[in-house]
T-cell receptor, first 114, second 110 residues
Framework: EAGVVQSPRYKIIEKKQPVAFWCNPI?????LYWYRQNLGQGPELLIR????????DSQLPKDRFSAERLKGVDSTLKIQPAELGDSAVYLC????????????FGPGTRLTVT | SQQGEEDPQALSIQEGENATMNCSYKTSINNLQWYRQNSGRGLVHLILIRSNEREKHSGRLRVTLDTSKKSSSLLITASRAADTASYFCATSSGYSTLTFGKGTMLLVSP
């Protein structure tokens, strides 16, 4: 069974440019998460989806970040415009549903903003 | 914000030795999970312990949970070089949202 797929794996952009990350969760997983992980830190939640509904986006910087999960499967996270402080690894994870389940993580996208 | 705090920040041991990592948290939880992260395989779930459990085993892993002290420990027995990674505790207070700590970096030397 395929795991969580993310692309691209690496992205280097100049500040003020837009960038987008894509995630395909494990088949059948209704809950999808986007995390940001800074160097030397643990992942921090940006947004959680239950199917196509964003149920927790309290930590998403909405002035520059946006996300969507059309049809409740794939998801895209966008930053526009990017700032130097956005350099981090962006992780996508999925679980079967709301509740006490382990999360399955993708390999992440390492973003460098210059 | 990060709820869990792992201790130590870094740990260096020899193959065959045991490794113990600790996690402290601040608010009440439904469950606590441990994850491992290395460059080759990304972030991988190791074990989940619920708030009404005190100890859990999985292979060479042993996790304890003390809700009165708001702390947990992860013991890896007979460590191997392949155990070299960062280990994170993550707490859940409901609705499957996890809050991760900063992690412990474990180095196992052959």
């Amino acid at each position: 069974e395929a795991g969580v797929v993310q692309s691209p794996r690496y992205k280097i952009i100049e500040k003020k440019q837009p960038v987008a990350f894509w995630c395909n969760p494990i088949s059948g997983h209704n809950t999808l998460y986007w995390y940001r992980q800074n160097l030397g830190q643990g992942p921090e939640l940006l947004i959680r989806y239950e199917n196509e509904e964003a149920v927790d986006d309290s930590q998403l910087p909405k002035d520059r970040f946006s996300a969507e999960r059309l049809k409740g499967v794939d998801s895209t996270l966008k930053i526009q415009p990017a700032e130097l402080g956005d350099s981090a690894v962006y992780l996508c994870a999925s679980t079967l549903g709301a509740g006490e389940f382990e999360q399955y993580f993708g390999p992440g996208t390492r973003l460098t903003v210059t | 914000s990060q709820q869990g705090e792992e201790d130590p920040q870094a740990l260096s041991i020899q193959e065959g030795e045991n490794a113990t990592m600790n996690c402290s948290y601040k608010t009440s939880i439904n469950n606590l999970q441990w994850y491992r992260q290395n460059s080759g395989r990304g972030l991988v779930h190791l074990i989940l312990i619920r708030s009404n459990e005190r100890e859990k085993h999985s292979g060479r892993l042993r996790v304890t949970l003390d809700t009165s002290k708001k702390s947990s420990s992860l013991l890896i027995t007979a460590s191997r070089a392949a155990d070299t990674a960062s280990y994170f505790c993550a707490t859940s207070s409901g609705y499957s949202t996890l809050t991760f700590g900063k992690g412990t970096m474990l180095l196992v030397s052959p």
